[in-house]
């Protein structure tokens, strides 16, 4: 009978560890809302690239541009456009992967603004269709079989 005795104490120190059933449901409620969330943000994303590339699309204008600086948070270009002026967008140009310092490169640019949408000729939106899709689907990956778990323990 003693062995029993402790062996009951023993189960119910574990039962009181365990975590609480509201919060694992608050906690897989999260989980989904911040699968849900970066789903929201790259879907729009995309979009928003698609409507850059319909402006640009619609009044295009060509140059050659000289790559003047190189970040992790943009690429600055710098070009000439057939009226004589010179634009360098301050945001950056679009698709710039693979530029480096110095490279030239034809771009398209929208003619209306010339210093705002920019991209390197050739290049549009549906180049980063499979970086927007991994994401997503690498959230769920992790979003479901947690939320899976969780719900498990809870039940």
């Known amino acids: 009978m003693a062995e029993n005795a402790g062996l009951l104490d ?3 120190r574990r039962v009181a560890a ?3 059933p509201r919060r694992l449901r608050r906690t897989s409620v999260a989980v989904l809302a911040v699968a849900s969330l970066l789903t929201l943000m790259c879907v729009v994303l995309f979009g928003a690239m698609l409507v850059n590339d319909y402006k640009i699309g ?3 204008g060509t140059a050659v541009a000289e790559v003047q600086a190189v970040t992790f948070a943009r690429t600055i270009v710098r070009y000439n456009t057939p009226d004589g002026a010179i634009h ?3 945001r950056g140009i679009l698709y710039p992967a693979g530029l480096a310092e110095g ?3 034809k771009v398209e640019y929208d ?3 010339p210093d705002e949408l920019v991209r390197v000729e050739g290049r549009n939106a549906w180049m980063n269709i499979w970086p927007v899709v991994a994401v997503i689907a690498g959230a769920w990956v992790i979003a479901y079989p947690l939320v899976r778990r969780l719900e498990k323990r809870r039940a």
Do not use: H
């Open 58 to 60: 619609k009044r295009t």
């Open 111 to 113: 003619l209306y603004f």
């Open 88 to 90: 360098s967008p301050t």
């Open 18 to 20: 365990l975590p609480k």
């Open 10 to 12: 023993r189960l119910r």
């Open 103 to 105: 490279n030239l490169v």
